[in-house]
């Protein structure tokens, strides 16, 4: 690797507590909390000693806080990064998701990267939030490794990035719950994806 390169290890967070199957991005719902060796299993394919880092939502940082306990750490230097958090869905949040998509296909859209919840933001401008801290802290962690513990849209923000400003293409990625994405930073605007979506076994 490049010695300025940054890797970026993107694990989404755990699933949520959401019977009603509702929409949700910056609602702060809480976790199923997996079992430890759930836990264990996905520590063990993540890179040893990283920089670690999760949005603002508290489901990232108690899926980090899993990862953590199965590693036998009690305390970490964790780095807190707001424009990583999930899409906001505005007017949509905490409703059906079911009642959303049947306005959604009532109306001819597909829920494509430009599409604006009412009161929300549409996923271009996601994508756009995640690149700019993606860079920003690639540059100032050029040569290390880390961590960040997100959301699948923030993930799939990284991956537009990746590809040179590509949202609409990076919404056809599957980030399932405690799966892991690799993107290295190289440097400038260039970008490497090693793998996307890998669940630990």
């Known amino acids: ?11 989404r967070h755990a ?3 959401n019977p ?4 949700y991005g910056v ?4 976790i199923h909390m997996p079992p430890p060796e759930t836990f264990e299993a996905l ?5 040893e000693n990283p920089v670690w880092m999760v ?16 590693r036998g750490h009690d305390t970490a230097k964790i780095h807190v990064e ?31 990267a430009d599409i604006r919840p009412p009161g929300g933001e549409t996923f271009s ?11 920003y802290w690639s540059e100032r962690l050029a040569g290390r490794t880390v961590v960040a513990v997100i959301h699948a849209g923030s993930i799939r923000g990284f991956l537009s990035a990746a590809m040179g400003g590509a949202p609409a293409e990076a919404l056809s990625y599957s980030v399932e719950t405690l799966s892991v994405t690799r993107c290295d930073h190289l440097g400038l605007e260039s970008w490497r994806v090693n793998f996307v979506n890998r669940l630990a076994r």
């Open 55 to 70: 949005s603002h939502l508290s489901r990232t940082r108690k899926t980090l806080d899993g990862i953590l306990a199965a």
């Open 27 to 30: 609602l702060d719902f809480d």
């Open 82 to 112: 707001e424009r990583f958090g999930e899409q906001n869905f505005g007017d949509w949040e905490g409703r059906p998701s079911a009642d959303v998509w049947a306005e959604i296909r009532e109306a001819d859209k597909s829920w494509p």
């Open 125 to 135: 401008e996601v994508a756009g939030r995640v690149q700019e801290a993606a860079l």
């Open 1 to 11: 690797m490049n010695a300025q390169a940054t890797e970026w290890w993107l694990v």
């Open 20 to 23: 009603d199957k509702a929409v």
């Open 43 to 47: 520590s063990s394919i993540l890179p």
């Open 15 to 17: 699933p949520t507590i």
